[in-house]
C-alpha cells in the first residue's frame, strides 16, 4: 500500500504544478458548483464551511454505474459489498458506517433524496436512473438532518424537466448479463417532467478472479430502478411537484460465504417512495421556503433451505423485514445582502415489521413477529454571515430532536441538541479556505432496543441504551484555478457511547461502550488536465481521491474492526470532443481491515485478522459513432472491469466477479 499512498502523493503534487504562481488577473475562473446539502439551501460550494464531493451527471452517464455503491466506491470512498451480487452494500466514511441491513437508523451514514431521508442507508437501493448529481458532506451533518448523519450524508438531488431531451441505451455483458436505460424531460407551459427507467439482469452465476471459480447462486433474475420528477410551475417562484422512484432487486441469490454455500437462497429487495412539495418565496423581501410530505417502505424478503450441520435434516428458513416510513419538513429561509437564514421542522415516523421463521431442528422452532414503531420531531435553525464580498464566511446552527421508540407496549424517549460552528476564507477566486466543529448522535435503533434472532445466535435488546454521541472538527483548503481541482483535509472525531453486544452465554446483548473511540485522517481529491496549457484540442486529465486513517482506535487503544486504512481512486481520462472518444482508467486500492475470522473450521477462529490491501482497475470507454444535427446522437459504450482478473473480497469469504465485460449503445437527444 505505501506504493499506492506514494503514487496519490506524487499526483496531487505534480497537479498543482507552476501555474498557481501566475497573476490573478490571469486565472480563468471555474463555473461556480451550487450544493444545497449543507445548509438545506442553494449556496456556493466555495461558500461552504464543510468538506463536499459534488458528483456531477456527466460522470454518473459516462461510467455507467448501476447504483449509487458502485459510484461512491470510483470515488475513493470504502464501499463493501454483501453479498457478492451487490444487492447490499455498506458505506464508511471517515471511519463511520452505514449499517449492513440497510435500515438507517442503524449506521452512522445518512443517505437523502433530495434533502429527506431516502428510508434506507443500503446504497445499493438507491437507483441512479434520473439524477441530476450526488452530494457528499464528509463530516457531522447532525444539526441540519438529525440522527445518524455523524460520518457524512449522501444526498441525491434527481433532475427536473427543462430543455426536451431523452437518453436510451442497452447492452450486453458477462455472465448473461444484459442492461437498458431510458430517461426523457421537458417543460412546458410552466409543467416540468423528468423520469428514468434502469433495468439489469444476470443469468449466470458469475466467476471469481484468477482462479475462475464460479461462484454459484451470484445471478440476478433483475434489477429495476425508476424516477419520476414532475411539478408545475406559477406566480414565476411558486412550484408543486411530485417526485417518485424505487428500485427493485427481485429473486437474487443469496450464495453464502464460500465455506458455507447456499446454492437455493434467494432474496428479494426494495425501496419505493413518493414526496409531494411545495416550494415557494419572495424575492424583494429575500424570503423562500419549502413543505413536502413524503412516504414509503423499504423491504427485504429471504427464503432458505439448507441442510442441518448435525441431523442432516433440510431446513427451511424464511424472514422479512419492512420498515414503512412517512415524514415532512417544513423550512423558513431569509437572505438579503450578507445574511442567510434558515430554520424548520422535521418529523419522521418509521414502523417496522419483522418476521422469521426457521425449523431448525438443533434449536426448536423459532417463529416471531415483531413491531416496533419510531418517531422523531426536530426543531433547527442555521445562520450563515459572508463579508467582505464573500472573503469572510461564517456558519452555525443548533438543532434539538425528540425520539420515541415505542416496542412491547412500553416506550423510550430520547432527547438531542447538536450544535455546530464553521468558517471559510476565500483569499483568491480560486483558493479557499475552511474549518468547522459540530456534533452529532444516533439515537438507539429498534433492533438493538428490542432485541432479535439471526441464524443461530439470539441479540437480547436493552431498552436502557443510550444514544452514541460524536464531536468532530476538520480543516481545509480548496483550489479551483483553471482546470485544476485540488482539496484536502484533515479531520478528528471523537466518539462515545458505542452501542456492541456482549456475550451473555451462548447469547448476545446490546450494551453502550464505556470510554471514547478516536479517528484521525486526511482526504484529497485532485484532478488537472495536463493538455490544457498546450491548448491541445483534447483534455488528459490525471486525477486521485483519497481517504487515509491514522487513527481508528476503540477506547482500550484497539484498531477498530471492518475499517479500512486507505481507500483510494485514482486514473487518467481521456476527452477527445472532436473524435467524440472518452476513454477512462480509473484503479481502485482497497485498504486493509482488521476483522474476526469467522470460518469455525479455521483453528483462529474467533480471532482478529486482516483482509484487503487489494488494487485492480477497470476501463471505461465511449465513441460517438453518428452525430444528426439537431437529431441527437449514438455512442457506443464498453467497459472492462477488474482488468487483471484479480482475486479479492470486500467482506471475508465473499469473492468479487473477476474480470467482466459491457458493451451497449447509446443515444442522446
Known amino acids: 500500500m505505501k506504493k499506492g499512498i506514494a503514487l496519490s502523493l506524487f499526483l496531487a503534487a505534480g497537479l498543482i504544478g507552476p501555474d498557481l504562481a501566475t497573476g490573478a488577473e490571469e486565472n480563468e475562473k471555474v463555473m461556480e458548483k451550487v450544493v444545497v446539502t449543507a445548509g438545506r439551501v442553494e449556496e456556493k460550494a466555495k461558500n461552504v464551511t464543510q468538506a463536499v464531493t459534488v458528483i456531477s451527471r456527466e460522470e454518473i452517464a459516462k461510467n455507467q454505474q448501476s447504483d449509487l455503491g458502485h459510484l461512491l466506491r470510483n470515488h475513493g470512498f470504502q464501499v463493501n459489498a454483501y453479498p457478492s ?6 458505506l464508511a466514511i471517515r471511519g463511520m458506517r452505514s449499517s449492513l441491513m440497510g435500515d438507517d437508523s442503524q449506521g452512522s451514514i445518512l443517505v437523502l433524496v433530495n434533502g429527506r431521508r431516502a428510508g434506507t442507508d443500503n446504497v445499493s437501493l438507491i437507483p441512479l436512473i434520473n439524477v441530476e448529481r450526488v452530494e457528499v458532506l464528509r463530516g457531522p451533518a447532525a444539526v441540519q438532518y438529525g440522527s445518524s448523519a455523524i460520518g457524512g450524508v449522501v444526498n441525491i438531488i434527481t433532475r427536473r424537466g427543462e430543455k426536451l431531451a431523452a437518453t436510451a441505451e442497452a447492452g450486453i455483458g458477462s455472465w448473461s448479463g444484459g442492461r437498458a436505460l431510458g430517461e426523457i424531460s421537458g417543460s412546458a407551459y410552466g409543467f416540468d417532467a423528468s423520469g428514468g427507467v434502469s433495468w439489469l439482469t444476470q443469468k449466470d452465476s458469475y466467476t471469481t478472479g484468477r482462479k475462475s471459480d464460479v461462484y454459484d447462486n451470484t445471478n440476478i433474475e433483475y434489477g429495476l430502478g425508476y424516477n419520476l420528477n414532475i411539478g408545475y410551475t406559477f406566480l414565476d417562484t411558486h412550484r408543486i411537484g411530485i417526485n417518485y422512484q424505487g428500485v427493485k432487486h427481485g429473486d437474487s441469490g443469496s450464495p453464502g460465504d464460500i465455506n458455507g454455500l447456499t446454492p437455493s437462497d434467494r432474496v428479494n429487495r426494495q425501496n419505493e417512495s413518493v414526496d409531494f412539495t411545495y416550494e415557494g418565496g419572495y424575492r424583494d423581501a429575500g424570503l423562500s421556503w419549502m413543505g413536502r410530505y413524503f412516504t414509503g417502505a423499504y423491504e427485504y424478503n429471504y427464503k432458505g433451505l439448507y441442510n442441518d450441520m448435525f441431523s442432516g435434516l433440510p431446513i427451511s428458513s424464511l424472514s422479512s423485514d419492512r420498515n414503512e416510513y412517512q415524514g415532512a419538513q417544513g423550512q423558513l429561509s431569509f437572505s438579503k445582502s450578507f445574511l442567510t437564514l434558515t430554520g424548520g421542522v422535521d418529523w419522521l415516523n418509521a414502523k417496522r415489521s419483522q418476521k422469521n421463521f ?7 422452532y423459532d417463529i416471531r413477529d415483531n413491531n416496533i414503531r419510531q418517531e422523531d420531531l426536530g426543531i433547527f435553525a442555521l445562520a450563515k454571515i459572508s463579508l467582505f464580498d464573500d472573503f469572510l464566511i461564517l456558519s452555525g446552527g443548533i438543532r434539538n430532536d425528540n425520539y420515541t421508540t415505542e416496542f412491547k407496549g412500553d416506550s423510550k424517549k430520547y432527547n438531542s441538541t447538536t450544535p455546530s460552528v464553521g ?17 452529532s448522535f444516533r439515537v438507539p435503533n429498534t433492533l438493538a432496543v428490542m432485541g432479535y434472532r439471526d441464524g443461530f445466535s439470539n441479540y437480547i435488546g436493552n431498552p436502557n ?7 468532530s472538527w476538520d480543516v481545509g483548503a480548496d483550489v479551483h484555478y483553471k482546470s485544476l481541482q485540488l482539496g484536502a483535509t484533515y479531520f478528528e472525531t471523537n466518539y462515545k457511547d458505542k452501542i456492541t453486544y456482549q456475550a451473555v452465554g451462548f447469547d448476545r446483548q446490546f450494551q453502550n461502550l464505556p470510554g471514547t473511540s478516536r479517528f484521525r485522517g486526511i482526504e484529497l481529491q485532485a484532478s488537472y488536465d495536463i493538455a490544457e496549457p498546450f491548448d491541445m484540442p483534447f483534455s488528459l486529465r490525471p486525477y486521485v481521491n483519497l481517504t487515509h486513517l491514522f487513527q481508528y482506535d476503540d477506547p482500550d487503544g484497539k484498531r477498530v474492526m471492518y475499517i479500512s486504512d486507505t481507500d483510494v481512486s485514482y486514473g487518467l481520462n481521456f476527452n477527445h470532443p472532436g473524435w467524440g472518444l472518452d476513454v477512462d482508467l480509473r484503479v481502485i486500492y482497497y485498504g486493509k481491515q482488521e476483522i474476526t475470522e469467522t470460518n ?3 483453528p483462529n477462529y ?14 471505461y470507454i465511449s465513441k460517438t459513432i453518428h452525430n444528426w444535427e439537431n437529431a441527437g446522437a449514438l455512442s457506443i459504450k464498453g467497459e472492462l472491469r477488474n482488468i487483471f482478473n484479480k482475486d479479492y473480497a470486500t467482506i471475508d469469504y465473499y469473492p468479487m466477479p473477476g474480470r467482466s465485460f459491457y458493451i451497449g449503445l447509446r443515444y442522446d437527444y
Open 600 to 602: 469455525w473450521t479455521n
Open 465 to 471: 441504551l443510550d444514544p452514541e454521541k460524536a464531536q
Open 606 to 619: 474467533g480471532r482478529a485478522k486482516q483482509i484487503g490491501g487489494d488494487t485492480t482497475a477497470d476501463l
Open 358 to 364: 426457521n425449523s431448525d431442528p438443533f434449536y426448536g
Open 423 to 439: 468558517i471559510a476564507v476565500n483569499p483568491l477566486d480560486w483558493l479557499s479556505f475552511r474549518a468547522n466543529y459540530g456534533e
Open 85 to 90: 451480487t451487490g444487492t447490499q452494500s455498506q
